[in-house]
């Protein structure tokens, strides 16, 4: 199906044939609707709340349901939410979508599960701009992305049992500077390997390769039973398998503060299988079996 879809319906279910039978692809020209005019391009599925001139979320659109569907080459996303509550995407494969596979921004309770997003040139997977995002990432497989799931100024989201190889960086949670931060994260039970991709510097960011879990100013977060190995690459921010940084030097954001890194299992990771700049306090380093630390007593 050559097009592209705004829902602003609460209750909806698209529902697709499943293993690559009902496929999105751009259609010759973009809708003229507010999705469209929102990211500068088309995207697959698009769910839009009710909001302002000024991108202020008035109500949101509630328990809608995306599924099934493979969502392919859109210039912008595949599956874009903006203003809901409720919003469960499963089952759907998000490829080489100009910017994100499936994103929500601005968002509660929502549960991306089950999908599969690759090649896609910012994050197959990402939750923004959410401090009550109370968010469930479970049993994706993300590759071959910029970011393979990335939290950004958001809280409240559980990060468990995926699958995150060959992206420029694994799983990003970042705290960009404005109010609220980002924190109370749970990064669990993932496999985290060979995310060695080159992603050049842009407008967004620095140039970003061989990071496996990176932890840039996040507050309150635990990182445990996760196994993270080969991301290797080395050389620039966020290089190394388990990484707690401070973003204040980089946006002005939160130092690191409460933190937990357990139970890992972190090896061949460069510049070291845990990475920590010592800023902050009250972050903890238990029972991790790795080889290398940046401090030298992290691994016990």
């Not at 499943?18 to 010759?28: I, Q």
């Amino acid at each position: 199906y050559h097009e592209s879809l705004q829902i602003t319906t609460d209750g909806l279910t698209l529902r697709g044939a499943g293993e690559g039978r009902t496929v999105l692809e751009p259609p010759a020209a973009p809708p003229s609707n507010l999705c469209t005019m929102a990211n500068g391009a088309a995207s697959g599925v698009c769910v839009l709340g009710a909001i302002d001139a000024t991108g202020t979320v008035l109500k949101d659109v509630s328990n809608d349901h995306i599924t099934g569907l493979t969502i392919s080459s859109f210039p912008a996303n595949g599956v874009f939410g903006y203003g809901t509550s409720g919003l469960q995407v499963s089952e759907v494969t998000a490829l080489n979508d100009g910017s994100y596979g499936i994103a929500r921004f601005q968002s509660t309770e929502s549960t991306l599960r089950d999908n599969f997003v690759s090649g896609n040139g910012e994050a197959g997977l990402y939750i923004g701009d959410s401090p009550d995002a109370d968010t469930v990432v479970t049993g994706n497989r993300s590759q071959g992305n910029g970011y393979g799931i990335f939290v950004r100024h958001s809280d409240e989201v559980t990060v468990s049992s995926n699958q995150v190889s060959g992206n420029c960086l694994g799983i990003f949670v970042l705290d960009d500077g404005q109010p609220g931060g980002a924190g109370n994260v749970a990064v669990t039970g993932n496999n985290v390997h060979g995310n060695n991709l080159f992603c050049p510097a842009s407008t967004e960011g620095p140039a970003l390769t061989g990071g496996g879990i990176a932890l840039v100013g996040a507050t309150h977060t635990l990182v445990a039973g996760n196994h993270v190995s080969g991301n290797n690459a080395g050389g620039t921010p966020g290089s190394g398998g388990i990484v707690l940084v401070s973003a204040a030097p980089l946006d002005g954001g939160s130092d690191i503060i409460g933190d937990t890194v357990r139970g890992n299992t972190a090896t061949g990771n460069a510049p070291a299988d845990i990475v920590y700049d010592g800023s902050g306090h009250g972050n903890r380093f238990t029972d991790n079996q790795c080889t290398t630390s940046l401090p030298g007593h992290l691994c016990q």
